[in-house]
């Protein structure tokens, strides 16, 4: 299945403006392929760089004008694939773009760049940001028509959305693209820019978080699960989120007594991974945690459709101390936006009393199968 990816479009339009254009996202979700389409696209024009050749870093980091105009006299474009693994990767694309007229840079990324450059300028006012994600309902609607969205729903709580899923037929040839995915490439980056304890401590944390999607998570409780303590176990969060594995929903307040605030959920980009960690691909009539894929999938599937129609708001969950709560709230230019994902159409479900009375200005809406596709997709 040829899946045309909305960035794609996105990317294109900015070629030619004198900037660094950073395509971030996890490894697998594609971002080579948006990159070689392009440079077959434009040929010459392009000099295609691969960050992880030992001789393409030796070659930049002579990091002068000269060095930089003789490598790249002639083209317009340069793509540099997986930028974050060349040190002071900054610098180099700052020098390039101030002072070689005539150039857009490509540089992907599997990891935050702060990752590796942890000093040296910002490229403020220089660059734009793009994150690659699994693939979206939004793109996938391209290729499909509502009867196959229906049939595959299925398959997308359960297996996830990563790309060359669909080149794989059979089950057991997912399952095990998944397993593979999450032992030997999404821990990479990690293991080897960071000073990480080893492999086992990061899959046993993102084990015990799949096992807590939608709860609240103790860091304190964590880290005595893990035997670390308290402070690694947030610095562990806080790579596994810049390496696009997983992302945090803090809760919202506007100061009432009674308003979770301090607490955060974590979440999955691609419900395949979770599962994946688990180890659990039943169907889901054998499953007991069918609300769980469901409402990581929305927000996953909401996220994705918000970032890659240019809407940017705040993303948080709601709960009170005596259990009202809403799954996510959107907050953007003062309005707030409540969605409650309910797998099973529930019509007696209504907007927790407390939220209506704090915030009588708000949206409420629930998703649920009959009208989920509205709200993740054009």
């Known amino acids: 299945m040829n899946i045309v990816r909305l960035l794609s479009k996105s ?3 900015q070629i030619g403006k004198q900037k660094v254009i950073m395509l971030y996202g996890s490894r697998r979700t594609g971002k080579t392929t948006i990159i070689d389409n392009i440079a077959q696209k434009y040929g010459d024009d392009v000099l295609m760089l691969q960050g992880e050749d030992m001789q393409v870093a030796v070659m930049l980091a002579q990091r002068t004008i000269a060095n930089y105009r003789r490598l790249t006299r002639g ?19 700052k020098l390039m773009i101030d002072n070689i007229k005539g150039i857009t840079v490509i540089a992907t990324g599997s ?8 000093t ?23 290729s499909e028509d509502a009867f196959a969205t229906v049939r595959n729903l299925e398959q997308r709580l359960i297996y996830g959305s990563y790309p060359e899923l669909w080149q794989l037929e059979d089950i057991a040839d997912q ?8 032992n030997s490439y999404l ?29 609240q998570v103790s860091t304190v409780e964590l880290g005595n699960s893990l035997q670390i303590n308290k402070v690694t176990v947030e610095r562990y969060l806080d790579l596994l989120s810049k390496v696009f594995i997983i992302y945090p929903l803090s ?18 980009y691609d419900n395949g991974i979770r599962n994946a960690l688990i180890n659990n691909f039943s169907p889901l009539q054998s499953r007991n945690d069918i609300g769980q894929l469901w409402e990581q999938y929305l927000l996953s599937e909401r996220m994705k459709y918000n970032s890659y129609r240019g809407y940017s708001p705040q993303y948080y969950f709601w709960r009170t101390y005596d259990g009202q709560e809403i799954d996510l709230l959107e907050l953007a230019d003062g309005q707030l936006q409540g969605i409650e994902c309910k797998w099973k159409q529930n019509k007696k479900t209504k ?20 009208n989920y596709l509205d709200w993740i997709r054009e």
């Open 11 to 13: 990317i294109e339009k």
């Open 75 to 93: 083209k317009k474009i340069i793509i540099i694939d997986e930028a974050q693994a060349i040190p002071d990767i900054g610098m180099i694309l």
């Open 111 to 118: 990891s935050s760049f702060d990752l590796v450059n942890k």
């Open 120 to 142: 040296g300028e910002p490229l403020v006012g220089r660059n734009l940001v793009y994150q690659l994600y699994p693939l979206a309902q939004a793109e996938l609607a391209t």
């Open 175 to 182: 399952k095990n693209y998944l397993l593979q995915l999450v």
């Open 187 to 215: 821990l990479k980056d990690l293991l080897i820019l960071e000073n990480i304890k080893g492999a086992d401590v990061l899959y046993k944390l993102l084990q015990l978080l799949a096992w807590q999607v939608g709860s």
């Open 251 to 268: 809760g919202y307040s506007s100061n009432l007594r009674k308003e979770v605030s301090k607490s955060r959920k974590w979440y999955f």
């Open 351 to 370: 907007i927790p009393v407390a939220f209506a009375k704090a915030y009588p200005d708000a949206n409420f809406s629930i998703l649920d199968k009959d």
